[in-house]
């Protein structure tokens, strides 16, 4: 068993992110995953992403507060425990709009 404590989680700098702290909870450099990674980031009010794909699936689950997700041709805003999944090559933005912090969990492979 590989345990990470929120405590002792790493942050890590993904790139076109404004506003944002992330996190590793699992995976790459935090545990031995075979498939996925978990990371976890807390937007401060403001906070967003730049409109981007990535060729893997994402999976998002909002875990504090409220977050915007636009894709080119869909927008949604999730609020607690609700989760969305993105299409590998579908580009995505998150946003938080409000004035309060938001978190969000992302669960993608490795």
Not at 51 to 68: P, Q, R, S, W
Request: aromatic content about 6%; glycine content about 10%; overall charge negative.
């Amino acid at each position: 068993m590989q345990v990470t404590r929120y405590g002792d989680a790493r942050s890590y700098e993904a790139p076109e992110h404004y506003g944002m702290h992330c996190l590793r909870l699992q995976g790459k450099e935090a545990t031995a995953t075979d498939t996925i990674w978990i990371g976890l980031s807390h937007l401060l009010p403001g906070g967003h992403t730049s409109l981007k794909d990535a060729t893997v699936e994402k999976i998002y689950i909002v875990v504090a507060g409220e977050v915007t997700v636009e894709t080119g041709s869909e927008c949604v805003t999730l609020g607690f425990l609700d989760s969305c999944r993105l299409a590998p090559g579908e580009a995505r933005a998150l946003a938080n709009r409000t004035n309060a912090p938001a978190s969000i969990l992302l669960a993608m492979p490795t």
